[in-house]
């Protein structure tokens, strides 16, 4: 366009959300520049055209988690930046029957996980202040009390190790963060570390577990590659143990390449199964 000087360039684009349940949403983005820089008409529009195209392409995202949320009550959403990622349990867990696994009901299920929240609540709060804490007083843990304390079960934490545990092993663990939420842009995934710190020197993912066995490095590895310099993947295994010594070793595992390759897997079935 010769001899015309452009004050102002609009850019618009809409389109139809393709998710059964929101169809018949039309959302529609507009907006106007001022050029700036010398950047030619053509380049403005791309570059408006491919942000308006992010944009109706985050409604379809969050309108798509939304559905799915009404339908699949076992999946888990973080939410960050207009976007809606799965929980890196939601990917490796949807299609797998935990209570069948482990030969158990799923309220034996529920009562093993609810004496796995109090333990892993005992060990943040220990590593806070140094204290072990009675879940008792704190009203955030009564549900999970409450099913430990009336289920068919009869577990109890404190025949779990975890005081024991810490006492050996804790000058070995430097803490950087406890629950901290990480989020991967590339695969857009997204879950919460136990423990982010060293173990024994290296930079590490560290994962509590009071179950026998109930852990998957493909789940650390995931929060690994959201992380710099992630060196091992650790499990504290702080459930009951017949050792004489009275607790369980940290199992540490350095092939963190390999178990992301495996999440990564799983992130694709993820994906082909619910187009999220």
């Known amino acids: 366009m010769n001899n015309v000087k452009i004050k102002e360039i609009t850019v618009s684009r809409s389109g139809v959300i393709p998710v059964a349940a929101y169809a018949n949403l039309r959302p529609g983005y507009s907006m106007?520049?001022?050029?700036?820089?010398?950047?030619?008409a053509e380049e403005i529009i791309q570059q408006c055209d491919e942000f308006l195209i992010r944009m109706f392409d985050m409604a379809a995202n969050?309108?798509?988690?939304?559905?799915?949320?009404?339908?699949?009550?076992?999946?888990?959403?973080?939410?960050?930046?207009?976007?809606?990622?799965?929980?890196?349990t939601s990917v490796l867990g949807w299609n797998v029957d935990l209570a069948k696994q482990a030969n158990m009901t799923p309220d034996e299920m529920y009562q093993y996980a609810s004496r796995g929240h109090i333990?892993?609540?005992?060990?943040?709060?220990?590593?806070?202040?140094?204290?072990?804490?009675?879940?008792?007083?704190?009203?955030?843990?009564?549900?999970?009390?409450?099913?430990?304390?009336?289920?068919?079960?009869?577990?109890?934490?404190?025949a779990c190790t975890h005081k024991i545990f810490m006492e050996k092993f804790e000058g070995k663990l430097?803490?950087?963060?406890?629950?901290?939420?990480?989020?991967?842009?590339?695969?857009?995934?997204?879950?919460?570390?136990?423990?982010?710190?060293?173990?024994?020197?290296?930079?590490?993912?560290i994962d509590i577990k009071c179950r026998k066995g109930g852990w998957d490095f493909r789940q650390l590895a995931a929060y690994a590659m959201c992380e710099e310099g992630i060196e091992q993947l650790v499990v504290f295994p702080v459930g009951e143990t017949d050792n004489?010594?009275?607790?369980?070793?940290?199992?540490?595992?350095?092939?963190?390449?390999?178990?992301?390759?495996?999440?990564?897997?799983?992130r694709a079935l993820f994906k082909r199964r619910f187009g999220i």
């Open 32 to 40: 106007t520049v001022e050029p700036e820089n010398g950047a030619t």
């Open 174 to 205: 430097k803490v950087e963060a406890i629950q901290k939420e990480v989020y991967n842009d590339e695969y857009l995934y997204a879950g919460t570390t136990d423990i982010l710190g060293e173990y024994d020197g290296k930079r590490s993912i």
């Open 119 to 158: 333990v892993e609540w005992m060990i943040n709060c220990y590593l806070k202040d140094g204290e072990w804490l009675d879940p008792r007083s704190k009203p955030t843990m009564a549900e999970n009390v409450s099913v430990v304390d009336s289920g068919s079960r009869r577990l109890t934490w404190d």
């Open 244 to 266: 004489k010594c009275g607790y369980k070793n940290p199992v540490i595992c350095d092939t963190i390449k390999r178990e992301f390759e495996g999440f990564i897997k799983a």
């Open 62 to 88: 969050r309108a798509l988690a939304d559905d799915l949320g009404k339908t699949y009550a076992k999946l888990h959403w973080y939410h960050r930046g207009g976007l809606t990622f799965p929980s890196v």
